[in-house]
């Protein structure tokens, strides 16, 4: 109790002025543009955008596994638990990795190595980073598929011997078995069936509880997001539009382009009601337009926004919102102005 | 006045594997009015791509008939099918792989025009070509492009000129919007939406996703290994589910809405593969109401419970 | 009106080509540049052959006063047992072993590809035969084949490109069938089937189109091989007939003065190791270069 009342007010994850660009062959693709994310401990985050908006470079990033070249990133500070990883040699973050920060990728099926047993890959990571020898980190595995429900006695199967849902459960014991401060989930229900994804989500909210995991869910399904983050912030072109707590983001939406991906959304109260797309494409990401970069697909779009990229501005103690339209006076978006 | 225009029965399809028969769609019904859409639902490998196809006979059924204004056109030989193609088309899942990498967008479009020798002269293919991208919103200026310069959505534009390209009557949308992000989903979706209102045209929409079908479409099925176990108007179907496995996937659906409250019905385990398949009802072992004696008796049969209203379970067949 | 507005679309907006993008990924690589410089060169020499030598004074006559000369200003690759400008006929050599291993691989192009494709499409008993024929063919060693060929039809130069070709249609056949295999369960052949294409239509309109880099590599890599298996026939006398400057051919008469006029097989089997080098070094570079996977 009194470490959890130490730990309260610190971050898991300090990030700022994040910036990805890879400079290819065909230009310089801006993948993310300068971002500030910040998680307390015992938080969700939900980072949502569409393709190409930058979210899993932005994880990448905060990994280090950004490829360079071509990859190029910059930041002015990038804090795990408190400790600076922007110097630190290639072994550390080996170190790092898997056991304060670990990560689970969208495709399951390409995320197991298909010569090794379910229970060998579960263990390697504990090997590695609990200096446990083989015997106890087998029998730590075990415990591990079981945490996620799956018999122990199918440690010595291997992955295609699993399902879809049943190796992401496998890489879901992986991403904990070091009990990481931190875990990344990119997409990790995107490949399966709904009937299951509902169990994996489920158990990964039960297990984050759990463990006093932290947590960054990487989506773009806003349903996903509403079920089990606590914060929010959505991305646009390598940029945070809007962030703050899901009851800012989902009840006090600021930002056109919040408000165009719920417009998007089929309503599932009211079937025959027309869908509200935005309109137009995602930018380029090697030639985004000038200032703000939605605005060529926003209604509320006036001259100004072309001018200058609009500032991440505070609203309220926690929400925060990029748009300048809000500088007019009396400016509200639909759906606001409805409620 | 009832104006049917597809009439599916006893669909069956089944594949030969190594371990036994696959029974990828066993004894699918089901009838669609001329103008309507119908939605079919269920999880991967349920058989609901297999029964798209099924009916276009680009696979082959196994045996069953469809009814397509009143021919059967399981019966129909290869040359007089290929005729009947103009009036039932098809569009793809995947926009990234169901257009030929070597063609351009025109020549993509034009091709159904050519090979059915819709239209002869180059200029007026060129000109349908220009009409068609116009109606499915394509800029002319993408007329010579390849489809790996372009995006998902703009591709998928494509994907549905092709299939207007010969005035189809009817349409089965293989998941059309499942690989593209929700503000380009929302665009197709509503393009199809007016294509069919200008048009006149008939959709099967087949689908995961239960919250576009319940947008799209104005009768749903809901399949699973292989056999609809629910069909009911939409409206109906959402506010009334009856059948245990429905029920169950309705719950599941992540809403993004705070107040949304409902109570999540978990299922057990998943899917099991369609090899070989006992003679009980097929979501017994999934079932979290399953009774043995009575479930596990024979396959259960569709009965309309209310009007419209069709469920294939024991435990819910009355009213 | 509307069709002016439509032909201008049309025109306005020309299309990319792929021949440009494919010397745009081309361009990068080194070694593909020197091999494609290398063989351009021995083509061009060859297609001047006549122009330079003329084929019955230098190349067939006898000089017997000039027997044997070691290389020189005069001759710079010297001069064999009978008196002719080793340059000379390693130079319109070149034409024979250039004719000889493109005629052969074309002969296996259209054999091999026919084949494959319609095995790869149809499959079935088709399939299962056509592939067992290419296992019994591939387990025989090419030359030996091409020996059986070459003694059962007689010498010439027409049954050693058949011969080489025949050898290499089996390689053909399987990259083809393997090509198809991939193309063929791709979703853009199912949707040629719903607008109501033939098979044959689907074969030649969609297929092989997406098949041709493939198969383009492939032979260039094959003409190489096929030069030298050429070559090894005529080595052993089996090739084109006697007076005609064969590389092979030189080899072998070279070979009994090899002690003391290396030169005389030095320069032909250069010449062959350098025609053959520059096919492989363009071939792989073409690979890379037409290989979807690699772009961007």
């Not at chain 1, 959304?265 to 030639?287: C, F, H, S, V």
């Not at chain 2, 309507?36 to 069953?64: A, F, N, Q, W």
């Not at chain 2, 068609?132 to 534009?157: I, K, S, W």
């Amino acid at each position: 109790m009194s470490e959890k009342e130490i730990t309260r007010n610190e971050k898991i994850l300090d990030v700022k002025n994040l910036s990805v660009r890879f400079e290819t062959e065909d230009g310089i693709v801006r993948a993310v543009n300068g971002i500030d994310l910040d998680l307390g401990y015992h938080r969700t985050l939900g980072l949502v955008g569409e393709t190409g908006a930058g979210k899993t470079t932005t994880a990448l990033a905060l990994l280090r596994l950004v490829q360079s070249p071509p990859g190029v990133v910059e930041c002015d500070k990038l804090e795990i638990g408190g400790r600076d990883i922007r110097e630190l040699s290639i072994e550390h973050m080996e170190q790092i990795r898997g056991k304060d920060i670990s990560m689970i990728f969208q495709d399951p099926m390409t995320a197991l190595n298909p010569v090794f047993t379910v229970g060998d890959q579960i263990a390697e990571s504990l090997e590695l980073h609990e200096h446990l020898n083989h015997e106890q980190a087998l029998e730590r595995a075990g415990d591990m598929l079981e945490m996620v429900g799956i018999p122990r006695a199918r440690g010595k199967e291997y992955p295609h011997q699993f399902s879809g849902g049943m190796k992401q459960r496998v890489v879901i014991a992986i991403a904990l078995a070091c009990n990481p401060k931190l875990l990344i989930a990119d997409e990790p229900t995107t490949a399966l069936d709904v009937t299951i994804q509902a169990q994996v989500l489920e158990l990964m909210n039960d297990l984050k509880t759990k463990y006093d995991t932290s947590m960054i869910m990487i989506t773009h399904d806003l349903g996903i997001v509403a079920e089990v983050c606590d914060e929010v912030a959505v991305m646009y072109a390598g940029r945070i539009i809007e962030k703050g707590t899901l009851e800012d983001v989902f009840r006090e939406t600021m930002h056109p382009y919040t408000e165009g991906l719920f417009n998007s959304l089929p309503n599932i109260k009211n079937r025959t009601a027309r869908l509200k797309p935005i309109m137009g494409l995602m930018p380029d990401p090697t030639n985004l337009p000038p200032g703000c970069a939605f605005a060529p697909r926003c209604n509320y779009a006036t001259e100004e926004c072309s001018k200058e990229v609009p500032e991440l501005k505070a609203v309220s103690q926690t929400h925060k919102c990029a748009c300048c339209a809000y500088e007019r006076e009396g400016f509200c978006i639909e759906r606001r102005a409805k409620k | 006045m009832s104006d049917t225009i597809l009439d599916v029965r006893h669909l069956k399809k089944y594949f030969k594997t190594g371990k036994g028969m696959l029974h990828a769609v066993d004894d699918v019904s089901f009838t669609i009015e001329r103008g309507k859409t119908l939605g079919l639902v269920g999880e991967s490998g349920c058989g609901k791509s297999t029964t798209g196809r099924s009916v276009l006979r680009l696979i082959e059924p196994t045996s069953g008939e469809v009814f397509f204004e009143g021919k059967d056109i399981v019966k129909l030989s290869g040359g007089e099918m290929r005729k009947m193609r103009k009036d039932m088309q098809i569009i793809f899942q995947d926009p990234f792989s169901s257009l030929d990498p070597k063609k351009t967008v025109s020549q993509a479009i034009s091709e159904p025009i050519r090979i059915n020798k819709i239209l002869k002269n180059k200029r007026d293919i060129e000109d349908r070509v220009m009409e068609l991208m116009d109606t499915v919103g394509l800029a002319e200026r993408l007329v010579n492009t390849y489809p790996h310069e372009l995006d998902g959505g703009r591709r998928q534009r494509i994907g549905i000129a092709r299939a207007l390209a010969m005035e189809p009557k009817l349409i089965i949308c293989d998941e059309p919007v499942s690989a593209l992000d929700v503000s380009i989903q929302a665009q197709i979706l509503n393009l199809m939406d007016d294509l069919q209102d200008k048009l006149d045209l008939t959709y099967i929409f087949i689908t995961h996703d239960l919250a576009v079908v319940n947008h799209f479409a104005d009768e749903i099925a809901v399949m699973y290994l292989g056999g609809i176990v629910e069909k009911a108007p939409s409206e109906e179907l959402f506010t009334n589910p009856i059948h245990p496995y429905t029920r169950a996937l309705l719950s599941a659906i992540p809403v993004p809405d705070l107040d949304h409250k409902r109570e999540r019905i978990s299922l057990k385990g998943e899917i099991t593969s369609p090899v070989n398949l006992p003679n009980e009802c097929r979501f017994a072992n999934r079932c979290y109401e399953c009774q043995d004696k009575i479930c596990r008796a024979g396959i259960p049969p569709l009965v309309e419970v209310s009007p419209n209203h069709f469920v294939a379970c024991y435990l819910h067949n009355e009213k | 009106m509307a069709n002016e507005k439509e032909l201008r679309a049309h025109q306005k907006y020309k299309k990319r080509s792929s021949l440009g993008m494919v010397w745009h990924q081309l361009k990068k690589n080194k070694g593909a540049i020197i091999g494609l410089i290398l063989i351009s060169l021995v083509i061009i020499l060859a297609l001047c052959a006549p122009l330079i030598y003329d084929y019955k004074q230098d190349i067939v006559k006898n000089h017997v006063r000039e027997r044997m000369l070691y290389p020189s200003a005069e001759h710079p690759f010297g001069t064999d047992d009978l008196g002719r400008d080793i340059l000379a006929r390693v130079i319109w050599g070149a034409r024979y072993s250039l004719a000889v291993g493109v005629v052969a691989v074309l002969f296996a192009l259209v054999v091999g590809v026919t084949l494959g494709a319609i095995a790869g499409y149809v499959g079935g008993v088709f399939e299962d035969i056509v592939m067992r024929v290419c296992d019994i063919f591939s387990s025989i060693p090419s030359v030996l084949l091409a020996i059986a060929v070459v003694s059962a039809m007689g010498k010439s130069t027409v049954n050693l490109m058949i011969a080489v070709g025949l050898a290499s249609s089996a390689p053909f056949t399987r990259v083809a069938r393997a090509a198809v295999l991939v193309v063929r369960d791709e979703e853009y052949i199912e949707a040629a089937k719903a607008i109501g294409m033939r098979d044959w239509q689907i074969i030649l309109e969609h297929i092989l189109p997406n098949c041709v880099s493939q198969i383009i590599v492939q032979a260039t890599l094959r003409v190489g091989s096929a030069i030298i298996s050429a070559a090894q026939l005529s080595f052993l006398g089996l090739g084109v007939p006697a007076p005609a400057p064969e590389w092979g051919a030189m080899l072998s008469s070279g070979r009994q003065f090899i002690r003391d006029y290396s030169y005389m097989t030095l320069f032909p089997g250069l010449a062959i190791m350098l025609c053959v080098l520059s096919l492989n070094l363009l071939g792989d570079g073409l690979r890379d270069a037409l290989d979807p996977k690699l772009k961007r």
